[in-house]
C-alpha cells in the first residue's frame, strides 16, 4: 500500500466471554503489544488481538455491529486493501496489520451460509504498537 487512505472508528467493542454479547464502548485503553484493555483476546504475543472491519462489510452482508465478533469498526475506507505488515494510526496510536480473519463457523450460527458468503472480508487482526485511547469518531489513517 503506497497511497494515503482515511477513515473514522464508527464503533467499539470488547469480548468480554466466550460465547457473550460484545460489550459496546465508546472509548477504550489501548495496551501496546496486547490489545484493547478488558477484551479476551488482549494478550501479549497474540496475533488475534483486535479485529479491524469496515462497515461496508457488514452493510453488504445486512449485519449488525459485532455480529462478525468484531473489535473495531470503519467507515470511509475499504479495510481489504490493507496488507499485512502494513501500518496504520486510529486517533493517535499506530498499529501493524496483522492477518486476514478467516471466517470460522460461528458465522453460520448468525446466518447459514454467512462463513462462506464473508471468506475474505471478515476484516483484519490489528496489533498495537502504541498505547493510549481509542474512541468512536478517531480517524484512521494509512500510508504516508
Known amino acids: 500500500m503506497s497511497q494515503q487512505t482515511t477513515g473514522t472508528v464508527v464503533d467499539i467493542r470488547l469480548n468480554v466471554a466466550k460465547g457473550q454479547p ?3 464502548v465508546r472509548s477504550v485503553q489501548v495496551s501496546a503489544g496486547e490489545g484493547l484493555v478488558g477484551d479476551r483476546h488482549a494478550k501479549k504475543g497474540s496475533s488475534r488481538q483486535i479485529l479491524l472491519v469496515d462497515q461496508s462489510v457488514l452493510e453488504k452482508h ?6 462478525l465478533r468484531e473489535n473495531v469498526t470503519v467507515q470511509g475506507m475499504d479495510v481489504r486493501s490493507l496488507e499485512e505488515g502494513d501500518s496504520l494510526t486510529l486517533g493517535d496510536i499506530e498499529f501493524t ?19 462462506e458468503a464473508i471468506h475474505g472480508e471478515r476484516g483484519l487482526f490489528l496489533t ?15 500510508g504516508n
Open 22 to 24: 460484545m460489550q459496546v
Open 97 to 115: 496489520v496483522g492477518e486476514l480473519c478467516d471466517p470460522c463457523g460461528n458465522m453460520d450460527a448468525v446466518r447459514p451460509g454467512l462463513q
Open 128 to 142: 498495537p504498537i502504541g498505547k493510549g485511547m481509542l474512541s468512536v469518531g478517531d480517524r484512521l489513517q494509512t
Open 62 to 67: 445486512s449485519l449488525q455491529p459485532g455480529q
